[in-house]
């Protein structure tokens, strides 16, 4: 368990047979505040933030913890992604972070006018209640991202009435 077990799983995933290729191969295509405790790749129980990635050379796909991927993605500022999301998360009208705005861009979960837009506005204390309003929605867009993958696995799970978005829009 551990470091070589991490090690070992990327390799076998990979292309590339030895550590110091194989990790070039992988980029992080999402990050998800699990609800439920998680294992990681390396054998780390419990884990709640995860760090999805996908294989550039071979399309597999594999998820790690946020402090096992900065093990062979150095560059990457997990915490800092964490940290935002759980911000928002928490109330909708805090800020992203710079690298959690860039994230989403790049994973197309905003586009390019918004990204533009949230990094003019970020640091700024007031806001024109347009301005406000467009922030939430970029904020809410992120955050629902999340919830409406939890309701994918849980319908592919087969557990039904557990949906908040359709428990919402019968109250409406």
Excluded at 56 to 77: A, E, H, R, Y
Excluded at 87 to 114: C, M, P, T, Y
């Amino acid at each position: 368990m551990g470091q070589s077990q991490l090690f070992q799983g990327i390799i076998e995933l990979s292309t590339a047979k030895f550590w110091d290729a194989a990790k070039l191969e992988w980029k992080i295509s999402d990050i998800e505040m699990s609800d439920e405790w998680q294992t990681c790749l390396c054998g780390q129980y419990p884990i709640r933030e995860l760090c999805h990635l996908i294989n550039t050379s071979n399309g597999n796909s594999t998820t790690v913890g946020n402090c096992c991927v900065k093990k062979f993605m150095p560059d990457l500022s997990s915490n800092k992604l964490f940290t935002a999301f759980k911000r928002v998360r928490k109330n909708i009208e805090k800020s992203l972070n710079s690298e959690f705005i860039q994230l989403a861009f790049e994973r197309n979960w905003i586009d390019q006018l918004s990204r533009d837009f949230y990094l003019n506005i970020m640091r700024k204390t007031k806001l024109s209640e347009k301005q406000r309003k467009w922030k939430v929605s970029i904020n809410e867009k992120i955050v629902f991202r999340e919830i409406r993958r939890a309701n994918v696995r849980l319908k592919d799970l087969s557990i039904e009435g557990m949906n908040p978005i359709e428990k919402t829009k019968e109250n409406q």
